[in-house]
């Protein structure tokens, strides 16, 4: 790991970098839609998620550059709760991070008011797992999106 690990408020200026990084083949083999993702629609995502109040998205970053975007989504009969979507950048795999990111991460979402943080993970995806795992992540039943049953982790952000 090169020095600390930073959060930033991710910005449209990060829209290409999050692009490579989403097209990446084992970021698509591990998501719930494995289908490529055009420039057109990735630009447009990334716009309205900048734009939703109910989505916030940051950049973490540390001296040797950005190395992952982090993604709280609200639940509307949740507002306590949030989805946490992770997507750390392929040539930073291995090293880590994943841990140092989501405890950073869970911070910055307690410091917001967030109490509880969801990440819903494929089941093959041993790596994330293991991450969330290390991080304080509890796995609390398995659910299904689409034909495939995913695994749900929790943190309750009061009582870490």
Same mark, same amino acid.
């Given at each position: *790991?090169?020095?600390?690990?930073?959060?930033? !408020?991710?910005?449209?200026?990060?829209?290409?970098?999050?692009?490579?990084?989403?097209?990446?083949?084992? !970021?698509?083999? *591990?998501?719930?839609?494995?289908?490529?993702?055009?420039?057109?629609?990735? #630009?447009?995502?990334?716009?309205?998620?900048?734009?939703?109040?109910?989505?916030? *998205?940051?950049?973490?970053?540390?001296?040797?550059?950005?190395?992952?975007? #982090?993604?709280?989504?609200?639940?509307?009969?949740?507002?306590?709760?949030?989805?946490?979507?992770?997507?750390?950048?392929?040539?930073?795999?291995?090293?880590?991070?994943?841990?140092? #990111?989501?405890?950073?991460?869970? !911070?910055?979402?307690?410091?917001?008011?967030?109490?509880?943080?969801?990440?819903?993970?494929?089941?093959?995806?041993?790596?994330?797992?293991?991450?969330?795992?290390?991080?304080?992540?509890?796995?609390?039943?398995?659910?299904?999106?689409?034909?495939?049953?995913?695994?749900?982790?929790?943190?309750?952000?009061?009582?870490?």
């Amino acid at each position: *790991m090169a020095g600390p690990v930073t959060l930033r !408020t991710a910005s449209l200026a990060d829209c290409e970098l999050v692009f490579d990084w989403a097209n990446d083949p084992v !970021t698509r083999a *591990m998501s719930f839609n494995q289908a490529q993702i055009t420039r057109a629609e990735h #630009v447009a995502w990334f716009a309205a998620s900048l734009d939703d109040e109910r989505r916030q *998205m940051f950049v973490a970053e540390d001296e040797a550059g950005a190395l992952a975007l #982090v993604r709280f989504s609200a639940y509307e009969h949740r507002p306590d709760a949030a989805e946490i979507g992770i997507n750390l950048a392929p040539q930073r795999r291995g090293q880590g991070l994943g841990r140092a #990111v989501l405890e950073l991460a869970s !911070t910055e979402a307690a410091r917001r008011g967030i109490r509880r943080l969801i990440a819903r993970i494929r089941p093959e995806n041993a790596a994330s797992q293991r991450a969330f795992q290390r991080a304080g992540y509890e796995l609390r039943a398995e659910e299904p999106i689409g034909e495939i049953v995913a695994l749900r982790y929790e943190i309750d952000l009061q009582n870490r």
